[in-house]
C-alpha cells in the first residue's frame, strides 16, 4: 500500500503533466499565432472607400518610398492608409511611432478591435508579452473568434498565467474549443487539483471522438487510477473498449497502465468483467504494451475452453509472439476442441522460439496441401525433414507473401552449411522480394 502515492504521482507526471508540448505539435496554427505580422491585423481594418488607386498605387512602391510619401501627406489619412503607416514605420524598426499612430487611430476609428490585435503584434515584437494581452484583451471577445483566442491562451501559457488561461478556455464551450484546446483545459483543471472535473471533462471529449480522443483517454485513465477507488472508472473503460473506437482508444489505455504494471492485471480483469467482449483486444494490446502478466491472465480460460473464434486465436498468437511464452499457446493447440482446419499460420510462433522441431506434435496436420498455403511453416518442417532444397524453394515462396522479414530469416539460418542460404544471399542481389527478407 505504500506504493500507491507514488505511483499516483508517476502517472499525473507521465501522462497529465507531461504532454503539453503534445497540444502545440496537433495545431500548426499556434506556432504562427504569436508571430503573426501587421499585415494579418490589416485584413481586419475598415475596407478602404475611395482609396483603392492610392492603396495600389503604395503597394507597387518599395517600402522605403512608400513610408516617405505617407510621411509627406499633409492631410489627415484615411484609417486604411494610416494602418499602412504604422505598419511600414514598425517594419523599419520604431514599434513606438508604429504603437502611438495606432492607438491615434483607435480614437478615430469604429474598428478599436483589428487595431488592439495589431497592437498586440507590435508589443510581441518587442517581446512584451504582458502588454500583448493587454491589447488582446481590449479586442472584442476571445469566445467568439478561435483565432483570437488562441493568440491569447498561448499568451497565457508562455506567461505561466494558468489561472487566466483556464478562464478563458472554460468561458467557451466546451465543443466548440478544438482539440487541442481540449487537451490543455483537461490539463488545466487537473493541475487545479480538480481531478473529478477533469475527468468529467475528459469523459466528454472521448465520448465526442475526434483525433484527440485517444489522449483524452489517456488522461482519463490517468486520472481515475489516481483516484482512492478507480473501479467504477474501469466501467467507462471498459465500455469504449466495446464501443466503435475501440481500436483508438486500447493502446493509450493500455498505456497508463504501465505506470502501474503491478495493479495492471486486477484492473484488466474488472474490464473483462464488465465488457466479456473486449478479452480478445485486451490480450493484443497488452502484450504490445510488454504487459504480460495481465495479458496472459486473461488469455489463460482459453486453454481450458478452447478459443471461442478465430479473433481469439489470432490474439493468442499474438500473445505468444511478443512475450516467447508459447506454452499457453502449446496447451490450446492440444484442446479436443480444436478444429481441424485451423490455420497452420498459428503454428508460427512455435516455429520462431523452437524451430521445425516444435512441429512435431502437429505433424498430422502438416499434409501437402495446407503446407502449400503455409511456406514459412513448410520451409520450417522441410528443414526438420533436412529436405534443404524443399525448404529453399518454400522459403522463396513465403518471401512473394506478406511475410514477417524476422521470422523468415530466422528460418532461413537454420539452412546454413546446406549451400541454400548462399544461394538466397545471390538471389537478393536480383530479386526485390528476397532482398526485402533480408532487410536491403
Same mark, same amino acid.
Given at each position: ?98 504603437? =502611438? ?197 486473461? =488469455? ?141
Amino acid at each position: 500500500m505504500a506504493r500507491v502515492p507514488a505511483e499516483r504521482q508517476i502517472i499525473k507526471d507521465r501522462i497529465i503533466r507531461g504532454r503539453v508540448r503534445l497540444m502545440h505539435r496537433r495545431d500548426p496554427l499556434l506556432k504562427l499565432i504569436i508571430l503573426a505580422g501587421l499585415g494579418a491585423a490589416a485584413a481586419l481594418i475598415l475596407l478602404p472607400k475611395g482609396e483603392l488607386g492610392q492603396e495600389a498605387e503604395l503597394a507597387s512602391l518599395p517600402p522605403s518610398e512608400s513610408l516617405a510619401r505617407l510621411d509627406a501627406m499633409d492631410e489627415q489619412l484615411t484609417p486604411q492608409l494610416a494602418f499602412r503607416h504604422a505598419e511600414l514605420i514598425a517594419a523599419s524598426g520604431d514599434a513606438k511611432t508604429a504603437d =502611438a499612430l495606432l492607438a491615434s487611430l483607435a480614437k478615430r476609428s469604429g474598428n478599436t478591435n483589428a487595431i488592439a490585435t495589431a497592437r498586440a503584434d507590435l508589443a510581441l515584437r518587442s517581446n512584451n508579452l504582458v502588454l500583448a494581452v493587454e491589447h488582446l484583451q481590449e479586442a472584442h471577445s476571445p469566445a467568439s473568434d478561435q483565432l483570437q483566442r488562441q493568440r491569447l491562451g498561448r499568451l497565457y501559457h508562455r506567461l505561466g498565467d494558468t489561472e487566466n488561461e483556464r478562464a478563458l478556455l472554460k468561458a467557451v464551450n466546451f465543443a466548440d474549443l478544438t482539440g487541442s484546446e481540449r487537451l490543455r483545459l483537461v490539463d488545466l483543471v487537473a493541475d487545479q487539483g480538480a481531478t473529478s472535473e477533469a475527468r468529467a471533462l475528459a469523459e466528454t471529449a472521448v465520448q465526442m471522438g475526434g483525433a484527440d480522443a485517444p489522449e483524452q483517454a489517456e488522461r482519463f485513465t490517468a486520472l481515475a487510477l489516481s483516484s482512492e477507488d478507480p473501479g467504477e472508472f474501469v466501467k467507462t473503460m471498459a465500455n469504449w473498449l466495446g464501443g466503435p473506437n475501440a481500436e483508438g482508444l486500447a493502446l493509450p489505455i493500455a498505456t497508463v497502465l504501465t505506470a502501474v504494471p503491478q495493479q495492471s492485471r486486477a484492473i484488466a480483469s474488472q474490464m473483462v468483467a464488465s465488457a466479456p467482449e473486449t478479452r480478445p483486444l485486451l490480450v493484443s494490446t497488452l502484450s504490445r504494451v510488454e504487459l504480460f502478466g495481465a495479458a496472459r491472465m486473461l =488469455a489463460q480460460p482459453w486453454a481450458v475452453t478452447g478459443p471461442p473464434d478465430r479473433e481469439s486465436w489470432n490474439t493468442l498468437a499474438l500473445y505468444a509472439d511478443w512475450s516467447a511464452d508459447i506454452g499457453l499457446l502449446e496447451t490450446t493447440l492440444r484442446h479436443p476442441d480444436v478444429p481441424d482446419d485451423l490455420p497452420l499460420k498459428y503454428l508460427l510462433p512455435l516455429v520462431r522460439y523452437g524451430g521445425g522441431q516444435a512441429l512435431l506434435p502437429y505433424r498430422h496436420w502438416l499434409s501437402d496441401d495446407r503446407l502449400a498455403e503455409a511456406p514459412l511453416i513448410d520451409a520450417a518442417w522441410a528443414i526438420w525433414k533436412q529436405f534443404p532444397d524443399a525448404s529453399f524453394a518454400a522459403l522463396r515462396q513465403a518471401a512473394k507473401q506478406e511475410t514477417d522479414p524476422a521470422l523468415w530469416r530466422r528460418i532461413a539460418s537454420d539452412l546454413e552449411g546446406t549451400g541454400y542460404l548462399e544461394r538466397l544471399q545471390a538471389l537478393s542481389q536480383t530479386d526485390a522480394n528476397i532482398a526485402a527478407m533480408f532487410g536491403r
